[in-house]
């Protein structure tokens, strides 16, 4: 196989170094107008059709007979068969892998709490799970039964009543990986419905698909764009961009090893992103000779060459410490910090999504089972956004108990402000429970 690599090659000490690393992490997800307007006549056609429209998209989308919406449904029994159906080692892998994702996951509940101050007033906070969360899921040959864990065991282990999954199955493909690891995390109910049509479907509600409160997981430009029109309607996880990964090496890595952890993101798809920082740059120039020399063993070798010929790059810095402020500018989606003490530099990380520690922790391992969750940031929202997690599918509502003594203390100041903004009937109201022996004062 004949492959070539052109990786780009920065250098820190260059004066347009910034410009240049600008142009590299551009990225927008925008749709064009045919694609928004496409979304919008499909979101329309599913809040006036329902079910009707749901079969009609799916006969002609991905090419599945089906006769009503019963058709696409699939039961818990299903679920279940799928368990019966992989081998003995993918159960195996799906059931220790959901294991420790739901452990580190349970780390993270977060409980209501009150206090009581002195006069009796009680202020705190009550932590509600949502009741019912929709999970997108890819399907046909772009399956990831790891998204369905990632995504629906933070649901569970948050309360979540109801998880409620949809998958489309092109010309009746069903990846029973997916199925299973369904089944694993207790998906409640499943619809083989894909594209912007699902989306639709969860937002709104037809006579057969539950209406939800928060729709998840990764899907194509018409999934993100239908997420984009119906958020406020419902919540949205994010808007994802192409999966990337930085490495910060200190050039004592096996070249080879990092050259394969960058491959690990460049064969999501052309558009992903696979960057290298080193202060060393005869360790730069062996991993740019190890790529050259492990890409045609890539099964997604072309995938692989185009992310990393358009948006990969080895970058030279002066130190460490520099390498550590390109990471911050960055806020990668994954950083790994390969390096020999990777804890000495763990205060300096400001902004990443998840960060591997050392030279042994690979990006793969978080993807699938060291238990934290691989739905995270991308491009550049690691300086806003947090990992995908069970706080995701809680809400907080505010506690607030006046005591008498309590209110008429309250209400003086209240009413100070509420006049300062010439809202007359806040201030009264609050006045109205001013103590009469304070309203003289």
Known sequence: MTVSTAIARLNAADPDFARHL?????WESVSDEAVNQRVLDIIKAVRERGDDALVEFTQRFDGLQADSIQDLILDRQRLELALTRITDTQRAALEKAAQRVRLYHERQKQDSWQYTEADGTVLGQKVTPLDRAGLYVPGGKASYPSSVLMNAIPAKVAGVGEVVMVVPTPRGEVNELVLAAACIAGVDRVFTVGGAQA??????????VPKVDKIVGPGNIYVATAKRH???QVGIDMIAGPSEILVVCDGQTDPDWIAMDLFSQAEHDEDAQAILVSPDAAFLDRVAASIVKLLPTMERADIIEKSVN??????QVRDMQQAIEVANRIAPEHLELSVADPQAWLPHIR?????????HTSEALGDYCAGPNHVLPTSGTARFSSPLGVYDFQKRSSIIFCSEQG????GRTA???ARGESLTAHARSAEYRILTTEKGN
């Not at 600008?22 to 551009?26: E, P």
């Not at 989306?199 to 057969?208: D, F, M, Q």
């Not at 358009?310 to 970058?315: N, S, T, V």
């Not at 902004?351 to 030279?359: D, L, P, Q, S």
Request: charge should be neutral; charged fraction near 10%; avoid cysteine.
């Open 415 to 417: 009413s100070v402000l």
């Open 310 to 315: 358009g948006r990969g790059a080895l970058i």
């Open 351 to 359: 902004h990443a999504g998840a960060i591997f520690m050392g030279r």
């Open 230 to 232: 119906v958020f406020g």
């Open 407 to 410: 209110a008429s203390e309250l």
């Open 199 to 208: 989306v639709a479907a969860l937002a709104y509600g037809t006579a057969s």
């Open 22 to 26: 600008d142009h590299l992490l551009s």
